[in-house]
């Protein structure tokens, strides 16, 4: 098996690849029909266009960390995504523009905007992934999101078979969400951040966080120390890669945070019983976050609890779904069914996945 990670060809290439799991961070999918190299936005262009002319369907991959593909793999052209690239634009009393290409590893990128002098994007450091799978899903951790930040997103509109940019209020970005998420349309090619000029953090807006750094929500610390603090706390949940470690053989958070309205968080207290008070957040227009984690854990999923097809829940975060090394994405989605069966049965609540699903469903 190439790897295309390091020493990429120069221009677009095929290579072969018996299963996509080499390029996921689940290590988990079978094989592509096609599976394409590209380092320049030209060539990701090209390979795109191709494959409609031949009728054939799509898939982008770069850091492979928020995906799940079927154990039948992809029928179809799978496009890896390995251009690189960081530029400085401009400057204006918001602060610094900066450009990303989309296949810049993601935390690379949040590292060198730190050298830059640059703030806003520190809360996100550990996270894997490439910088163009961002607003995708709108990646988010600890009180930071990327729709903070961002400006514009460069994508190729396969409908229109044309480049476009869009503006954040074009984006649509929600909770985890955005109008590229679940479509095939859009081609992230670069992503434009404008980040503050300071050595200071954006303000403290998450309470593990704050309670870590010693300060209280709103305060700003030092940007780098904010870096290190979540490094530590990613590490600390089995959240940064480490090929060491079979609990970060994961897609990240397997569910997303449900929201509730005010009707659904009365029926949740009134299941309650003896599981205690949820954690909780005030969300929009009334409504109320919970997180996933208690919420599983309350209907007898533990961390560490295993399924018999090689696939387990981590045993350092109850969110996170991993592959111990013989597992399958069949067996991943039974697990997967089941903890979100389970929740359901005991709260009334469904949980939705957070990755993108490929060839497969849940």
Not at 29 to 47: C, I, K, M, N
Not at 77 to 104: I, Q
Not at 247 to 273: C, H, I, K, M
Request: glycine residues 10%; proline residues 7%; hydrophobic residues 40%.
């Amino acid at each position: 098996m190439p790897d295309v990670s390091a020493d990429p060809p120069t221009a677009a290439s095929a290579v072969h690849a018996s299963s996509l799991g080499a390029y996921t961070t689940l290590r988990l999918g079978g094989p592509a029909s096609t599976l394409t190299v590209a380092v320049e936005p030209d060539e990701a262009v090209s390979t795109v266009r191709a494959a409609a002319r031949k009728g054939q369907p799509v898939l982008v991959l770069a850091g492979g960390s928020n995906v799940v593909i079927g154990d039948a793999g992809f029928p179809g052209t799978v496009l890896l995504l390995r251009t690189r690239g960081v530029r400085l634009l401009d400057r204006d009393p918001r602060g610094t523009l900066v450009r990303v290409a989309a296949g810049e590893p993601w935390d690379d990128f949040v590292a060198h905007t730190l050298e830059l002098g640059l703030s806003g994007l520190e809360a996100l450091s550990g996270i894997p992934g490439s910088a163009g799978a961002t607003p995708i899903q709108n990646v988010g951790a600890y009180g930071q999101e990327v729709a903070h930040t961002i400006e514009a997103v460069h994508v190729y509109d396969r409908h229109e078979d044309a480049r476009r940019v869009l503006t954040l209020p074009e984006c649509g970005f929600a909770y985890r969400s955005s109008i590229f998420k679940h479509s095939d349309r859009w081609l992230v090619l670069e992503v434009d951040f404008r980040l503050a000029e300071s050595a200071d953090s954006a303000p403290i807006r998450y309470a593990e966080l704050a309670r870590h750094l010693g300060v209280t929500p709103d305060d700003r610390v030092s940007a780098r120390r904010v870096r290190e603090t979540v490094l530590k706390l990613r590490a600390g949940k089995g959240m940064v890669l480490d090929p060491e470690d079979p609990d970060t053989r994961s897609v990240g958070s397997f569910f997303t945070n449900p929201v509730l309205s005010a009707e659904q968080w009365a029926r949740v207290q009134d299941r309650l019983v003896d599981a205690g008070e949820p954690p909780s957040w005030p969300a929009p227009n009334g409504t109320v976050k919970v997180p996933a984690a208690w919420l599983i854990e309350k209907a007898g999923f533990g961390k560490g609890y295993a399924h018999p097809g090689g696939v387990a829940i981590s045993s350092k975060h109850t969110l996170a779904l991993t592959n111990c090394g013989d597992g399958t994405t069949a067996a991943l989605l039974d697990l997967a069914r089941e903890i979100r069966d389970g929740v359901k049965d005991r709260f009334g609540v469904v949980l939705h996945p957070e990755p993108v699903l490929v060839n497969c469903a849940l």
